[in-house]
């Protein structure tokens, strides 16, 4: 699989727009098909699900090209994924766990990815001089790092699939379980979390997941303060990123999401303690 011109099917099929998620704009599914703007990640994330394709990672799309319009075309992947308004089932512990699971899966498929030569993540981006530091642990794999509800796909009630990987770079395994938990626990000030979220057990729900996922006893420890840091570096890159990219990026920073990460910092702070005696207690 290349990057060529994708080909297409000799009879035509209409283009049906799919909303959903907070920056890409104009995702339209084509037959089985969707096609989606070249993000600014595109060498690493084409290169990355050829490598998923290759080991037989069954939970992600394959990518089949560039259309004529120069647009990704990549495989539809059937599912339901948690829309807004948010189902109900966006609680529900058996899919919470069940995103656990998925994220090892995929983990464990990308761990033999080799960044091919001349490939970098976020080209044009620059590490700034006031950025706070990154957590002090080596990348073990290129991750998924946006397991958003937007961005996982479920069949039978079970997270069967991920999708969008333009937030795809190195990162440790905490890295990725952490990520999961920010979306899906959630860690966060719950004045910022989806109503349905608001009032459950953050901790517990951290349990659940990092055991599905078969965290590591050095990685539990290791998990709040990854947590705390990656919120104080995650502000000056999103403000950076909205800067660079506008769009979606832009809207987002536009409405808030830097006061929002200001306020999951204080509350890891405040909630730490409880989210690691959650995570390691026998």
């Excluded at 001089?129 to 509800?149: K, N, Q, R, S, V």
């Excluded at 998990?223 to 890159?237: I, K, N, Q």
Aim: net charge negative; with cysteine.
């Amino acid at each position: 699989m290349s990057s060529a011109t994708y080909v297409e099917p000799a009879e035509s099929e209409p283009e049906i727009a799919l909303v959903g998620g907070d920056v890409t704009e104009g995702v339209v599914r084509v037959g089985d098909t969707v096609r989606r703007p070249v993000g600014f990640n595109a060498p690493l994330v084409h290169a990355l699900l050829r490598h998923l394709e290759e080991v037989g990672f069954a939970g992600a799309p394959r990518f089949l090209g560039i259309d004529a319009a120069g647009r990704e075309v990549l495989t539809f992947v059937a599912g339901e994924v948690a829309g807004r308004p948010r189902p109900g089932w966006i609680a529900d512990e058996a899919r919470l766990a069940s995103v656990g699971r998925l994220v090892r899966a995929y983990d464990d498929a990308a761990s033999g990815f080799v960044l091919p030569e001349g490939v970098r993540p976020f080209p044009g981006l620059t590490e700034q001089p006031d950025l706070p530091p990154a957590p002090p642990y080596p990348a073990e794999l290129i991750g998924h790092m946006d397991f958003t509800p937007d961005n996982i796909v479920f069949r039978d009630g079970q997270a069967a699939a991920l999708i969008d990987f333009d937030m795809a770079k190195p990162v440790s395994r905490v890295d990725e379980a952490c990520n999961a938990m920010v979306y899906w626990a959630p860690l966060g000030d719950p004045v910022d979390a989806d109503p349905l979220l608001r009032d459950v057990d953050a901790p517990r729900r951290c349990r659940i997941l990092a055991d599905a996922y078969g965290m590591s006893d050095t990685d539990r420890s290791r998990l709040v303060e990854v947590a705390v840091l990656r919120s104080r570096r995650s502000w000056f890159s999103m403000k950076q990123i909205a800067e660079t990219q506008g769009g979606g990026w832009a809207r987002m920073w536009q409405q808030g999401v830097g006061d929002q990460i200001k306020r999951r910092e204080a509350w890891l702070e405040r909630n730490g303690t409880a989210i690691e005696t959650a995570l390691t207690a026998p």
